[in-house]
């Protein structure tokens, strides 16, 4: 296993977030402060003044003094002047984005000292930052302060940002930040929110070591390698999702209790679950997305030869190097406060022994696409707090139930078992979940109990009982070969949600949904076989999926449903008769009805269904029709105005007319050699006894 010695990076004390946000700016803007247009084309809402896409060159000298909040976005300000501004001294708020802005100048007195908030997202400040620097340095008051977007590097912002100790927020994604160091942010003492998404940044080297304030940072989408010596205790949230990140690991022998919430590191390239804070109340955790296993199986007949520690040192000092011994359980740290964990899309193919039973508040467990095999209850203990398990999507082949821990699961609300190898499973296992509301079983081979296997209560069984499960509301069984429901397969639940679809020939008798005649709302039968259900007793039936059912009508059971969204997709409909149409078309909101073969000539209820506005026809493009000899038309293409063509219908005639003139012709023929035999003979005669040249 990779547990050699890694020379590495060092990424330490990281950790300062920044949120972005935009907000108004309330500064005075400078430009010319004479020539002021006489009426200005900005709007005033109370001290706000709005002069966004107004093609403004300068700020406007025009606006009531007393304002306190300027937005200026999308004109073209080239430069800035600080003096343009002098007239607005309550100005707190400046919001100037997107205006091709290269710097922001002070060529006059002003010092816009109340400015509190200040956005210059998306300019060109890289070109004349130093001057913009200098301005910068006299906002005393700035607390908020937005440069996304403006090709600055590292040097630069360390410039800008010199001696801003009143700031509290910086946004600095969308730049072209490589590497960050202690002089980066050395200043800004006071900072509590850092936004570094979608810059290059592959290494943090005690950037962040000053902010002891910092509760909010984001690094999404940048090349971070790993995350060492984390150790900022403040931090509420750290975003470092969409990295390269293959190691997380926290200072583990800070005594301080870390105030961390949420950690996301999806989207990156852990191998191991990350090594979290001994103290910490973490509650979100999101993994999903990486490489993530465990191999704690390992550990116990490891040769000698291997290590068991990984060591992490600064690439041009040996001063911090950090060293994990891997394996060693008490690096997951403390994670009972974990409300959420995320694992989905990862290599875990089993959980360590007690894991589960130290997440003590979990309430959501995601393990989808991971390389689970078993999920066996009797000795995994699940946390009472659970509401979601989802495990679809492994390859579950055992699913044993039946433990006390799977019993107390009173707050269990939603079970995603789709997509797995089950072919057994406890029948009883969801019978004694009181808040169970959703399970999804699709794509495994499990049956539906009958009312005599109901009383056999079975650890293995190959069906699933149902009935008088009364929190149950939605239930997905799509392609588990299904091969008939039994009588009464639900009784006792008030299903509002259930997919049968892609259990082809699935045999469903008309006593089999009837206890559901009060309460289903969405019926899935796609690729079921199904055709002649009688749907009458469904009065709140307002979904329904019938594709690929080999319809060649509806039935006029459907027409009694006040149905909503209806999938007809893929059968064998030619045409849908006026007056269903008209029935169809003044309830349904959403329709499907693709790759059917509909007469070209027969769409008299497409213009039904046209004429309706509410009425959707959601795969309009896929739509196609039959036209006699010229194969398929796209419905959009409005082929019927062929049918309508009177040369059609002639040559039409000559095709229908020509036998019957053909059959006259012989019947003359034959009339003639009967009763004037001697006349044919001669017209043959006439015609071919002409000279033959030899
Ligand atoms: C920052 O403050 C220090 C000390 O007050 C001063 O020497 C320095 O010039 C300031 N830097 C800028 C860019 O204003
Ligand atoms: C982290 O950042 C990514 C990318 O911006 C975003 O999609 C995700 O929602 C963020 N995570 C959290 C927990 O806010
Ligand atoms: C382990 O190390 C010893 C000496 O360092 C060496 O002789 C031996 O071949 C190594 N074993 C393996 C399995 O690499
Ligand atoms: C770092 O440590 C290694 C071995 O421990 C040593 O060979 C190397 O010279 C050290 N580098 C520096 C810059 O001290
Ligand atoms: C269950 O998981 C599958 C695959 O992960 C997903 O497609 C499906 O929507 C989930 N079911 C429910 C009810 O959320
Ligand atoms: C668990 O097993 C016991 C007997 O071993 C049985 O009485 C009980 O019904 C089972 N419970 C479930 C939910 O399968
Ligand atoms: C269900 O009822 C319909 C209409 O009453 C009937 O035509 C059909 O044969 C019945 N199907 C079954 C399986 O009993
Ligand atoms: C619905 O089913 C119940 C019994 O399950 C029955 O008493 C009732 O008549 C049914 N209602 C309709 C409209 O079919
Ligand atoms: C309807 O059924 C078809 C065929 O089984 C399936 O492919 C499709 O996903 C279903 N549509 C919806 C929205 O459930």
Redesign the pocket.
Known sequence: MPADDHMMGIVSNLLPCLVCFSLGPAWNLLMQSSGLPLHSPCKLIEKTAFCSHCQLSSVPGDLPENIDELQLNHNPIKVLHSSGLSRYPALRSLSCTNALLDAVEMNSFYIPHMLEELNLADNNLHAGYQQTGWVLHTLVKLRSLDLSGNGLTEDMVAFLLENMTSLEYLYLSRNVLLRLDESTFQDLHQLKELDLDRNMLFEIDGAFDGLQDLQRLTMAFNRLPCLIQFQLTKLVLLNASHNSIEWFVSNQDLEDTFELETLDLSSNSLLFFPFLPTRSRIRHLLLADNRISFYEHLAENTSPNWTNTVLFSNMDSNASQVSATLWDESLHGEISALELLDLSRNQVSYLPEGFLSKLKSLKRLKLQKNCLESFDLRTVELPVSLQELDISDNSLYLFKGNHSSWNKLRDLIHVNLSFNDLKQIPSRLFQSLPSLKTVDLSYNHIGICSLEEDTKVADDSDCVTWRNLASLRELYL??CNLGSLPSSAFEGTQLTHL?L??NTDILIRNDSLMSLNRTLQYL?????GTSHLDFTPFRHLRSL????NFLFELSESMMSLDLR?L?L??NELTTIPPHQARILAQRLQTV?LGGNPFNCCNLEWYQLFKDVKSLTIEDQAEMTCLLLNRGKQSVEARPWAVCEDKREPSWWYVVLFLPVVLSLLGVTVIFLMTFRPKLLPRVIKKTWQRPTSY
Not at 524 to 528: C, F, Q
Not at 545 to 548: A, D, I, K, L, P
């Open positions: 799509a392609g997919e679809s892609e899935g039968l796609g690729n079921t999926n019938m594709s690929v969204w999938n997709m893929g499907f």
